[in-house]
């Protein structure tokens, strides 16, 4: 996996505190290796960008520059250009959420709405409250503001909502800044909240006065089940992040957020320092995209091909990973969470792992505490059915050296006491 170069920092003692606790990403870490043209890449959530046509980019592009290009090449409003965040209002209709166009802010991707609510709502030592595990950009985003990360687990229905509610009862009405949940599909456990549950944590949030963040990248790449209502649909005073990285293209940096109104006053200053306005000229392609119907085939297209490489990737972990592993089947989205007995450290058997010409994500970068090293992410996006048979073949050979020893203590009733008790 190359050597990393130490680099000398003379600067090191003049950095703020709150960058302490910043992490670099295991995903971006591992980017150098991942492109490598030999690698098999379950490591990052890469959309298949090869499936949008770039003729409909270059129209879409042609047309907001021929159109309507001095405004394109111009600042634009904070809030976002009108059409751009029309396409929004039509987009969440069509699954169950009606706003106005003055109820939400075009980012530049989710990613700068999970910075920017952290900024507005966080100081150091507040208590907010995630899934466990959680999406580690969301992590890396809030640790900068330095809160008390309270990891909730899961189960096959999303968050459990019992745990929730001890917590909330240890932590006393508006004890938390907020609750920040991916309820569809989520990364990294490829879980989904079911609608029960998804009123559940509603009325936990209201009966402790916590505003609810719901992030949700995935919910329109769904392979089967039914469409379950965001939390915004049944609760309006729910901050919702969308973004188009997975319907259109991550290469454009557009996102939004919703929010009740005061929330997104405070949302906008906060954006206003961060980059004046977001960029015309990306919002401006995506409203000439979005206007021509076709980006409904390319999104059925990708669906289709997603859910085709989840298939691949359970057949072969079933077919090739050992009998101590544990995976989750998810609905729609990118990943499969994978859990290995607690033994196992597979943030140390990953170089061996990139040796081996396939690369993943250690689950210890989904929690803000070291926890998860027994657990991987596998994202299923990005490689081709042959190629995840194949990554996931090499993958098994790994963890079969390794479970050698595993298996030679467990044969002796000398397995560690933590085993028998995180297995679940
Ligand atoms: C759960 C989650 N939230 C937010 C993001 C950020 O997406 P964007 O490209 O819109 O910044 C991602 C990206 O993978 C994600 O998985």
Known sequence: MGTARVVFD???????????????????????????????????????????????????????????????LQYGSSEGRPKIRQ????????????????????????????DLIAKIFLDPGDTIITEGPTYLGALQAFSAYQPNVVCIPMDAEGMRTDVLAAELKRLGPRGAKFIYTIPNFQNPAGVTLTPQRRRELLDLAREYDIPVIEDDPYGRLRFEGGHCLPLRALDDEVIYLGT?????????????????RPILAKFLLAKQAADLCGSAFAQTTAERYFADTRWRRVLQD??????????????????????????????????V????????????????????????VPGDAFYPDGRGRNCMRLGFCYAEPDAIREGIRRLAEVLEDRLILYRAFAAAGALPATDADERG
Not at 311 to 328: G, N
């Open 337 to 360: 969470w994978v859990q290995m007995p607690t033994f196992l450290d597979l943030k140390s058997i990953l170089a061996e792992a990139v040796e081996r010409g396939v690369t993943y």
């Open 302 to 335: 990708l669906t289709r091909a997603y859910a085709e490489r989840r298939d691949a990737m359970v057949e072969a972990l079933s077919e090739h990973f050992p009998a101590e592993a544990s995976w989750t089947v998810p609905e729609g989205g990118f990943f």
């Open 10 to 72: 003379r600067w090191s003692d003049r950095y703020a505190q709150r960058m302490a606790d910043v992490r670099s990403s295991a995903v971006r870490d591992l980017f150098a290796a991942a492109t490598r043209p030999d690698m098999i890449s379950f490591s990052g959530g890469m959309p298949e960008i090869r499936r949008v046509p770039i003729d409909s980019v270059i129209s879409a592009t042609t047309s907001a520059l021929r159109d309507s290009g001095t405004e394109a």
């Open 87 to 114: 396409v929004v209002v039509d987009l969440m209709g069509e699954i169950g959420v009606r706003v106005k166009p003055d109820d939400l802010v075009i980012t530049a991707g989710a990613q700068q709405a999970l």
């Open 244 to 260: 188009f990285s997975k319907i259109f293209a991550p290469g454009l940096r557009l996102g939004w957020v919703i929010a009740p």
